[in-house]
């Protein structure tokens, strides 16, 4: 199971590091373009603002995944393999708690965006978009701290001699 969620945490990673390669590309052309031309590119800072949002969005499912977000540990390393996934359960527990009052945010939130049509600022990308990409990113997220909830509540439960 871990073996497929770490594939399928990596494939957001990818798209949304595109996005920013992207955007760099075209945040060097219009520098050459002030530049040279004296005239920059359109929205820029819209899809630069898109981009951004994607790549942290879409990069959050991996690092709930990988333990990559701040911690501090204090006793951890003393505790007994079942008190250590314990203690990571109520952790999980904690975040998808979180997440879930995201979700619920986010999708009253995007309801009313798409509702109203808002786009942004400059270029007028449908606001929409920044909205999917931050659910799609919070959603998986969910998923995510749900099935090492799962994994972590079997470690613990179940009858092994070495743990």
């Excluded at 920013?20 to 040279?36: E, L, S």
């Excluded at 820029?44 to 949002?53: F, K, N, S, Y």
């Excluded at 701040?70 to 952790?91: G, N, P, T």
Aim: with cysteine.
């Amino acid at each position: 199971m871990n073996k497929h969620l770490d594939l399928l945490t990596r494939i957001p990673i990818w798209i949304g590091g595109a996005l920013m390669i992207g955007v760099i590309f075209i945040t060097v052309g219009d520098v050459f373009a002030r530049k040279f031309l004296s005239t920059g590119y359109f929205g820029l800072v819209d899809v630069t603002q898109l981009a951004v949002i994607g790549f942290a969005y879409l990069a959050m499912p991996r690092a709930f995944l990988t333990g990559a977000h701040v911690a501090v540990e204090l006793y951890d390393h003393r505790l007994s393999h079942r008190a250590d996934l314990a203690l990571k359960s109520f952790a999980l527990i904690l975040s998808i708690g979180v997440l879930s009052m995201l979700l619920w945010y986010g999708w009253t939130q995007a309801a009313r965006v798409q509702r109203y049509g808002d786009v942004s600022q400059n270029a007028e990308i449908p606001m929409i978009w920044y909205w999917g990409l931050l659910m799609g990113g919070v959603a998986f997220s969910w998923l995510v701290c749900a099935v090492q909830l799962i994994l972590n509540l079997t470690g613990i439960f179940a009858r092994t001699s070495d743990v």
